[in-house]
């Protein structure tokens, strides 16, 4: 009897728990506060200004790479970059490609763009050389405003299959061309252009300055530039080609950061029908390509920098997408190299990284011009240098070509900060997707590139204000 007492108890005690449980579910949910409800709402709705956010060249290695850099660099155990905080799921990056299954960022960026495979070299074409209609095309149709900001010139892959098409992402003068001629009611596509690539658009045979000029666009050549005429129509070509690394950056020419805040307070001002921003880190892919994990580590922090405005903005909009993502990775970047030794341990040391005050490329170049080997290294490392490693700068000097000298340079920091690579071009592995806001559901999971596109699409064509 007195265990059947304990089994009644026990059973009273459940149903009484069951209860209060359950009644407090319902009336969490029936007090919750109407912001909480409309948060999670307006994470399935559409958005209203989408932030497209590409790290060129950025796998998952360099990721962890900058995270470890970064936690040393302000003595804190907050592991965390400023996306971190949002992956969704990953994206396969290869082309369709007759030869190739490693994508060019040509390719990649068709794919997002358009939501098609393409050849590697393809710019916003298919297999035929016809053309892909772009997410911005659809966003100019629905009268938003339309954006690119990069560290790369504006004619390079990313943003040329982004804003216009051609057969091969070689021919920048002709893209230059079409991001004024091809046009969507009267007028170019992008409304504000921010990166690199003067050369390509003020040339001797067309002058595309001038012509921007007269369609009520800003020329922007400076920071200041920049920062003292901005308006809702811009061209911004801030140095010759694409932007120098940050490390390296003269004072007058603005970080992704910058480029970034002027760009999203003109789109958001007095706009009903909402944005298209597309932000790129062009950069971190061309450290890759050199194998220079200096400059790699300063790109990812310009990019970083950049993305935390993205996402500041998107949290007090509420009606903002962000999506984060790379379009492949580039060198074949290894966190960590050479095994464990017994005096290093085992690891992947941001120390000597951080003790870089320019880049190897930067250095490289002063060495060939004619300055000491010494001086050059003293100078511009702040850690001290073995006679080995001296002497093989040396050795590379009396080459003459800044390219070898570079190399003896990198050299060093990959061996103290124990970097490896695999290749000066791109591998084909999957990377990491991020996404935040509104309609950030549809880029969950493991997804084909070209999903990136159909979601941009849908997400902009189902909007209340599309109207083609
Ligand atoms: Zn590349």
Redesign the pocket.
Known sequence: MGSMDRKKRMLLFTVILTTLVLGGLFTLQNVSPASTNAANKKQTQTPKNIIFVIG??MGMPMIKAYRTLKQEKQSSTNRQTAWDPYLVGMQTTHPDDPRDNIT??AAAATAMATGNKTYNDAIAVNHEKKPLRSVIEAAKEARMKTAFVVSSDITD?TPAAFGTHNVSRKNKEQIADHFFDEKINGEPKVDILLGGGMQYFDRKDRDLIQEFKKSGYSILQSKQDLLSKPSKKMLGLFQDDELDRAIDRPKDVPSLKDMTQVALTQLNDDNPHGFFLLLEGSTI??A??ENDVVGAMSEMEDFEKAVQVALQFAKKDRETLVVITAD?A?GGFSFGADGMTSESGYKWDPAPILAAKKTPVYMAKKIASGQSVHDVLHTYIDFSLTTDEISQVEIAAQSGKASTIQLSIQHIFDQRSFTGWTTF??TGEDVPVYAYGPGKTAFQGWIDNTKQGKNLFHLIESSSTYRP
């Open positions: 060129d060249g060019d960022s892959a892919d061309s890759g390509h492949h580039t071009a791109h």
